[in-house]
């Protein structure tokens, strides 16, 4: 990566970290994937019961597969049978890994979801949220991380995932009311009243979509 590019992630980050814990949330900044997936064990103790929603980011700096591998109880929704069970199974878990659609510089996650599984885990439920998020996913503000989220992540992920919606045919937002429309909720995530909750690992890296 570009040496200026590397350097103005880094600033801005910490303007972003800032911006967290303004609002009850806890933010690092990892070089690199290697370094994200390293905090991400810190906050994860050996025992510990954790799911994921279907974000991209976890898998690529190999957090998912650390988990399925090692001393965790991790709820793999892919091998049950019973997909509403492991969903269900989720709010009670120790910790929920998630990944952005967005985020605003002052530290506001915006995510939008089809089954809406993943933002309400987000909301309520699981005792920690663990939240990894390239640097390509910072917005000046709600307005531009709700455009980037409508327009970037959800027409990309409408296509992942083999939707008929107007957005995987023209790649951007159409408004639409597909029955297959994948933004049916949108979470704006701003405060968290629950200290140590909500922890975001900012990765020097472009992750997901």
């Known amino acids: 990566m570009n040496e200026n590019i590397v350097k103005r992630n880094g600033l801005l980050a910490k303007k972003v970290i800032k911006g967290l814990e303004s609002r009850?949330?806890?933010?690092?900044?990892?070089?690199?994937?290697?370094?994200?997936?390293?905090?991400?064990?810190?906050?994860?103790?050996e025992g510990s019961?954790?799911?994921?929603?279907?974000?991209?980011?976890?898998?690529?700096?190999?957090?998912?597969?650390?988990?399925?591998?090692?001393n965790y109880s991790f709820i793999d929704r892919d091998k049950w049978e019973d997909k509403r069970a492991a969903?269900?199974?989720?709010?009670?878990?120790?910790?929920?890994?998630?990944?952005?659609?967005?985020m605003t510089d002052d530290g506001v996650i915006v995510n939008i979801d089809g089954n809406s599984n993943r933002v309400s885990a987000i909301?309520?439920?699981?005792?920690?949220?663990?939240f990894i998020v390239g640097m390509n996913k910072i917005c000046s503000d709600v307005d531009s991380a709700m455009k980037r989220a409508r327009n970037v992540a959800?027409?990309?992920?409408?296509?992942?995932?083999?939707?008929?919606?107007?957005?995987?045919?023209t790649g951007s937002c159409m408004n639409c009311k597909s029955p297959d429309t994948i933004c049916c909720q949108i979470l704006i995530t701003r405060f968290s009243r629950h200290k140590d909750r909500i922890h975001v690992i900012l990765v020097n890296d472009s992750l997901g979509f």
Do not use: W
């Open 24 to 45: 009850n949330m806890s933010g690092y900044y990892a070089e690199t994937r290697e370094d994200a997936l390293k905090k991400a064990l810190e906050l994860i103790s």
């Open 49 to 70: 019961t954790v799911t994921m929603g279907g974000g991209m980011s976890i898998h690529e700096i190999g957090l998912s597969d650390f988990l399925k591998n090692g």
């Open 154 to 169: 959800a027409p990309i992920n409408a296509q992942r995932f083999g939707l008929s919606t107007p957005c995987s045919k």
């Open 123 to 130: 909301a309520q439920g699981p005792k920690k949220v663990v």
């Open 87 to 102: 969903m269900l199974a989720a709010y009670d878990a120790d910790v929920y890994l998630a990944s952005a659609n967005a």
